[in-house]
């Protein structure tokens, strides 16, 4: 069963009024036939509903301070060759839409929303996405994307795209989310102070989640499961992984859980099951591991060279 979406943006200290704008309906025999109409149409402060249907107007611009809202699950479809939503704009709530066929590139990261970048602060999103790149953030702070499935069609990794890609972002929550069939499941590039929760990733044909010059990241009760190689942290510091299951990740390069140059970081009452490898860690320093759990692994931890000052610690 798909999910709606619904994604609610503001931006820094920016006031929104209580009161009601207008409401303009799109869809078969309503005031509006496209949604391209009604956002020409809408000031700031209106509501833009529309009605169940199919809209092949991609990429829609929403570049207004408005809230476009879908009834009866409006598809967007972007025909194998478009993006989805491209938020531009302050104070916008979008929410109640399924978003198809943005198609791969080889030259494009065309995601189902982008939030473009130093435009956004603060976003929530709930959605349903087939798509390429599901949800792309670009300079976004201070935001939610809680409770989205999202599934891709994995052919290859040169054409597969990323289900939640963050980069340059911070105080970001990922939470809720059901990914699958993408490159990697959550991408994280230059990501600081951002929380991800109860997350399911699997299914991936590279990484569940990877992360690189990401610091001061929390990571609780995730599923990484049965994807190509796992998961991988790299270059970054002060990370806590507490809670999280690492499962069935197997291959020649495969790991539940990959460390290369971590400092300072907490790993603490973690499920390795049947991986390859539990955790390989190189060169890694000041790491905290205590009272994981390493069940049936090939091998439970496997610790490289420039690993220094770390402790494990069981009950």
């Known amino acids: 069963m798909s999910r709606g979406l619904s994604l609610i943006l503001f931006f820094f200290l920016v006031s929104i009024s209580t009161s009601v704008g ?28 529309v009605h169940s249907g199919v809209y092949r107007e991609c990429p829609v611009h929403i570049n207004k301070s408005i809230t476009l809202t879908g009834y009866g699950m409006p598809v967007l479809d972007a025909e194998g060759e478009k993006e989805g939503f491209i938020i531009e704009a302050d104070s916008v709530t979008l929410e109640g839409f399924e978003i198809r066929n943005t198609g791969f590139s080889y030259i494009e990261d065309r995601a ?22 599901g949800i792309y953030l670009e300079h976004a702070k201070s935001g939610i994307v809680r ?3 999202l599934h891709g069609k994995p052919l290859g990794e040169a054409n597969s795209g990323n ?21 990697d499941g959550i991408y994280f590039e230059f990501a600081t102070e951002c929380r991800i929760r109860q997350n399911i990733s699997e299914g991936n044909l590279r990484y569940g989640l990877h992360f690189m010059f990401s610091n001061d990241d929390i990571y609780t009760g995730n599923t990484f499961r049965d994807n190509g190689a796992g998961v991988a942290v790299m270059f970054s510091r002060r990370i806590h992984m507490l809670n999280n299951l690492f499962h069935l990740n197997w291959g020649q390069a495969a790991y539940g859980l990959l460390l290369k140059e971590i400092y300072d970081a907490e790993i603490r009452e973690n499920i390795f099951q049947k991986n390859t490898i539990g955790i390989f860690t190189e060169g890694s320093n000041r790491i905290n591991y205590v009272d994981n759990d ?22």
């Open 22 to 49: 207008n409401k303009l309906h799109v869809g078969q025999d309503k005031p509006y036939a496209t949604i391209h109409s009604a956002l020409a149409a809408a000031t700031a402060g209106d509501q833009i509903i």
């Open 112 to 133: 189902g929303i982008r939030v473009k970048r130093k435009h956004i602060s603060s976003f929530r999103t709930t959605d349903y996405i087939t798509l390429f790149f």
């Open 147 to 149: 409770n989205n499935a």
């Open 163 to 183: 289900s939640i890609h963050l980069w340059y972002c911070a105080d970001i929550d990922i939470e809720g989310n059901l990914i699958r069939g993408h490159r």
């Open 294 to 315: 390493f069940l049936n692994n090939g091998w439970a931890v496997k610790v490289a060279g420039g690993c220094e000052k770390n402790k494990f610690h069981w009950k």
